[in-house]
């Protein structure tokens, strides 16, 4: 996995002050925020016909947030194959919400139903692309990174002709994630800051286990 350097900040994004992004671990009170904001909306919106008035358009914020929260509703219903399908529609470039800050939780969201179906490889190519793409958003990409990690430690593929093995390449990915991100620190929220420090512990233990299994 290669995780490119550059300078970065970290996105000012729910996803970054939710207070976790692994199922069981995202707050119930965020999701049962959001769905009360829609059914506000909707509240609204049926209020506003009652009285002759023009029907008012969701709008692309109201949109993601609805299309997040029922990635959640079949995640947590443990019916992977529908989060699969609506993860998808939600990062498609040309129906979806491609350019939404929220992508990197949606890409979480994909590679872990994904995992759950029992599609290793997939899963570990889509955590991959979460931290490639978005590596800014801090919360859900230090989730996907640990997860990538694991996942390829527990395949533990060995090296073939120039291509190191699994539990190398998750050494690799790890550290790169780390020193690249590290100075993001400072300006981190509690969310982020927190997965970040989840994350650091694995990479220096995969990294002292692999150190020890080498001649």
Not at 61 to 77: F, T
Not at 102 to 118: D, I, R
Not at 152 to 173: F, G, H, V
Request: hydrophobic residues 40%.
């Amino acid at each position: 996995m290669n995780v490119h350097g550059g300078k970065e900040k970290t996105e000012d994004t729910e996803e970054g002050s939710n207070g976790g992004l692994k199922m069981g671990e995202r707050p119930a009170k965020m999701l049962n925020a959001m769905r009360c904001k829609l059914m506000l909306g909707v509240l609204l919106t049926s209020v506003i016909c009652c009285s002759g008035q023009e029907e008012p358009k969701m709008t692309e914020a109201m949109k993601e947030e609805a299309a997040l929260a029922a990635i959640e509703a079949r995640l947590n219903a443990k019916d992977y194959a529908a989060a699969e399908a609506q993860a998808k529609a939600f990062l498609d470039r040309e129906t979806g919400f491609a350019k939404s800050r929220k992508t990197a939780l949606a890409s979480y969201y994909l590679g872990f139903a994904l995992e759950h179906q029992g599609k290793t490889d997939d899963a570990i190519a889509q955590y991959s692309r979460t931290v490639i793409t978005r590596r800014g958003a801090i919360h859900a990409t230090a989730t996907a990174m640990k997860r990538f990690m694991q996942l390829m430690w527990e395949r533990n593929k060995p090296a073939r002709e120039n291509i190191p093995s699994d539990r190398q390449t998750a050494c690799n990915a790890g550290k790169n994630y780390i020193d690249h991100t590290a100075p993001l620190l400072d300006r981190m929220n509690d969310a982020d800051r927190a997965a970040w420090n989840e994350l650091k512990p694995l990479v220096e233990q995969y990294a002292a286990d692999l150190a020890a299994k080498t001649p």
